[in-house]
T-cell receptor, first 114, second 114 residues
Framework: NAGVTQTPKFRVLKTGQSMTLLCAQD?????MYWYRQDPGMGLRLIHY???????AKGEVPDGYNVSRLKKQNFLLGLESAAPSQTSVYFC?????????????FGPGTRLTVT | KNQVEQSPQSLIILEGKNCTLQ??????????LRWYKQDTGRGPVSLTI?????NTKSNGRYTATLDADTKQSSLHITASQLSDSASYIC?????????????FGRGTSLIVHP
């Protein structure tokens, strides 16, 4: 049981380039989330998904797109990377919404945009 | 706007000593409050989860308290160990359109010295 995994672990992009971050979970969780974490700030929710085929915007969705074609995978895309998107990105999943259900986090992807 | 404020921002203590971290929040509607531990370069890992009706929850040497009336929580660490050096994040869960939306504090950075 690997839990939540993220690919890649590190990436350097040039401004304007595109990329996709992959999050995978093997716990059969319905909910999946993408966060970014910047120095001196709390984690901020980018997008989330309440089930296969559904996505919703979080607190800071601009410049990102997501897809949840399979229940176990949640993809985060940057169509045209900007230096402001330099951050550490965390994926998380939970069995269902809120209550006492645990959110499990991946190890993070460190992205630098030059 | 939902907010979670943590104090102190950073804390240095000697191994074996106790410490208490604080969390004040303005999140409505309130769903639950979680404390996470985040080691450097890793994703957050849950320590405790408390719902509205719970006012204390323990996990080994970690004890969290919740006062829903004053909207305050604390995390008490007993007999600190070097491995406790990490960032401790308070997360308050609210809801939006029926979905669970967490608000993260910026964290307290704890350093335990031998």
């Amino acid at each position: 049981n690997a839990g939540v995994t993220q690919t890649p672990k590190f990436r350097v992009l040039k401004t304007g380039q595109s990329m996709t971050l992959l999050c995978a979970q093997d716990m059969n969780h319905e909910y999946m989330y993408w966060y970014r974490q910047d120095p001196g700030m709390g984690l901020r929710l980018i997008h989330y998904s309440v089930g296969e085929g559904t996505t919703a915007k979080g607190e800071v969705p601009d410049g990102y797109n997501v897809s949840r074609l399979k229940k176990q995978n949640f993809l985060l895309g940057l169509e045209s990377a900007a230096p402001s998107q330099t951050s550490v990105y965390f994926c998380a999943s939970s069995l269902t919404s809120g209550g006492s259900y645990e959110q499990y986090f991946g190890p993070g992807t460190r992205l630098t945009v030059t | 706007k939902n907010q979670v404020e943590q104090s102190p921002q950073s804390l240095i203590i000697l191994e074996g000593k106790n410490c208490t971290l604080q969390c004040n929040y303005t999140v409505s509607p309130f769903s639950n409050l979680r404390w996470y531990k985040q080691d450097t370069g890793r994703g957050p890992v849950s320590l405790t989860i408390m719902t509205f009706s719970e006012n204390t929850k323990s996990n080994g040497r970690y004890t969290a308290t919740l006062d829903a009336d004053t909207k305050q929580s604390s995390l008490h660490i007993t007999a600190s160990q070097l491995s406790d050096s990490a960032s401790y994040i308070c997360v308050v869960g609210g809801s939006s359109g029926g979905s669970y939306i967490p608000t993260f504090g910026r964290g307290t950075s704890l350093i335990v010295h031998p």
